[in-house]
């Protein structure tokens, strides 16, 4: 059973915004404004696109060929990340081990989409968020792996 501090009950609700905002640049504008978004430390540790990614600009250089790439083949995948089961514990005063299982969908091109649509994936995620000198809750830390993926 979770009990917390009233200290980190507000930090609880402020690295799950943390979280919301990262799932919803994905969702919005498919991680093209990651670094405007400002939920990742410039040093985060992010797995994606089967390897790991060291600080902010290399994640954001990720995001950037991707929907480069998508947009050359002429099809830009419209995504929705489903955040589900968070689980927030602190390591430390700033630091906190995230868990939580993602179901995502994606599919290209306008919506609204007809028919049935079946998740592309679903994945268990582990995230830390650290907490800057002015307060601020950030992701420093990525790694999924999916257990489900669509065929």
Request: with cysteine; proline share 3%; charged share 25%.
């Amino acid at each position: 059973m979770a009990k917390f501090t009233p200290e980190q009950a507000a930090a609880v609700l402020a690295i799950k915004q943390a979280v919301y905002e990262w799932g919803d640049e994905l969702d919005v504008n498919n991680g093209e404004k990651m670094t405007e978004r400002d939920c990742l430390t410039s040093d985060v540790r992010y797995f994606v696109g089967g390897e790991w990614r060291e600080g902010i600009e290399a994640v954001q250089a990720f995001y950037n060929g991707r929907i480069a790439a998508q947009r050359e083949a002429g099809a830009v995948l419209v995504m929705r990340h489903i955040i589900t089961s968070l689980r927030v514990s602190f390591e430390a005063d700033d630091k906190a081990s995230v868990g939580f299982m993602l179901v995502f969908f994606a599919k290209a091109g306008e919506p609204p989409f007809k028919g049935y649509a079946d998740p592309l994936a679903v994945a268990d995620v582990q995230m830390e968020c650290t907490r800057d000198a002015e307060g601020e809750w950030r992701i420093s830390f990525f790694n999924s792996g999916q257990i489900f993926q669509r065929g």
